[in-house]
C-alpha cells in the first residue's frame, strides 16, 4: 500500500443559504500516484478541491497533508501551503495576462528566498519539460489552450509540491488536446513521481488513472 499524502475526513461543507455541498467526504490520496475524483456537475468536486487546496475552508471535519492537520484558522500557515505543499492546475489555466509564459512559471518562487538565476533556470527547465521550450517570452493570449495549461503545469510544479490538484483541466479542451494534457500529467507523474490529484466529470478518465474516487450528491460511493 502506497503511503497517503493527502486524506480527509468526515469532511463537510455547507454553503450560505443550507446547500450542503460535501456531506462527510474521507478520502486517502496515495503518494506518487494520479488519483481522479469522477462526479457529475453539482456533485462537490470543486468544493472539495478548493478545501484541499487551502482556498477555503471546511465546516466541519478534517484535511491532513503529509500526515499534519491543516489549520484553516491559522492564516500565515495557509499561505504556506499554497506556495509550497501544493500545486494547483485550473480549468481557465488562470495564468496571469501580462506576464510572459516563463514568467508565470516563475512566479510562485518570488515569494522565496531562491536566488534570480536559480529561479529562471528552474523555470525555463520546468516549461522545457511541459514540451514548450521556445514559447518562453509569448504572452498568455499568443498560446493555445493545451500550450497554456502546459504552462500552468509547469508553475504547478515549481514549488515542488507534495501534490498538484487539477479542477477539470481538460475541461476547457478539444479531445487531442485533452489526451495530450492527461500523456503529460502520466509522464511527469511516472518519470518524477509527482501525486496528482484530478477532478473530471469525465468518467473515462477513471480508466486513465492509477486510483479512482467516485462522488456523488457530495459523497463518496
Ligand atoms: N459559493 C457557493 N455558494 C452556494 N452554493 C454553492 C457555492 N459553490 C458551490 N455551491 C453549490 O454546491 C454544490 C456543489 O458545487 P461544486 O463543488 O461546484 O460542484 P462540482 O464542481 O462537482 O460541479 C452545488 O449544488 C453548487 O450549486
Ligand atoms: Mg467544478
Known amino acids: ?21 460535501l456531506k462527510g467526504v474521507s478520502i486517502q490520496v496515495p503518494k506518487s500516484k494520479c488519483t481522479a475524483i469522477i462526479g457529475k456537475s453539482g456533485s462537490g468536486k470543486s468544493t472539495l478541491m478548493n478545501i484541499l487546496g487551502c482556498l477555503d475552508a471546511p465546516t466541519s ?6 500526515g499534519v492537520p491543516v489549520d484553516y484558522t491559522d492564516t ?19 495564468l ?11 512566479y510562485p518562487l ?15 527547465a520546468l516549461l522545457a519539460r511541459v514540451g514548450l521550450e521556445h514559447r518562453g ?3 498568455p493570449g499568443e498560446l493555445s489552450g493545451g500550450e497554456q495549461q ?18 477539470e483541466p481538460t475541461g476547457n479542451l478539444d479531445s487531442r488536446t485533452s489526451d495530450d494534457i492527461l500523456d503529460l500529467i502520466h509522464e511527469i507523474n511516472r518519470k518524477e513521481g509527482t501525486t496528482f490529484l484530478i477532478v473530471t466529470h469525465d468518467a473515462d478518465l477513471g480508466d486513465r488513472v492509477d486510483h479512482q474516487i467516485t462522488l456523488h450528491d457530495g459523497g463518496v460511493i
Request: aromatic share 8%; glycine share 4%.
Open 61 to 66: 471535519g478534517e484535511v491532513f497533508i503529509r
Open 96 to 106: 496571469i495576462p501580462h506576464l510572459s509564459a516563463q514568467e508565470n512559471v516563475e
Open 1 to 21: 500500500m502506497a503511503e497517503t499524502i493527502l486524506e480527509t475526513v468526515r469532511l463537510v461543507r455547507t454553503y450560505a443559504g443550507g446547500v450542503q455541498a
Open 150 to 167: 502546459r504552462v500552468a503545469i509547469a508553475r504547478a510544479l515549481i514549488s515542488e509540491p507534495a501534490v498538484v490538484l487539477a479542477d
Open 110 to 124: 518570488l515569494f522565496s528566498y531562491r536566488p534570480e538565476k536559480e529561479r529562471k533556470d528552474h523555470a525555463s
Open 76 to 94: 500565515a500557515r495557509l499561505i504556506d501551503l499554497r506556495r509550497n505543499e501544493i500545486g494547483f492546475v485550473f480549468q481557465q489555466f488562470n
Open 137 to 139: 517570452s509569448h504572452y
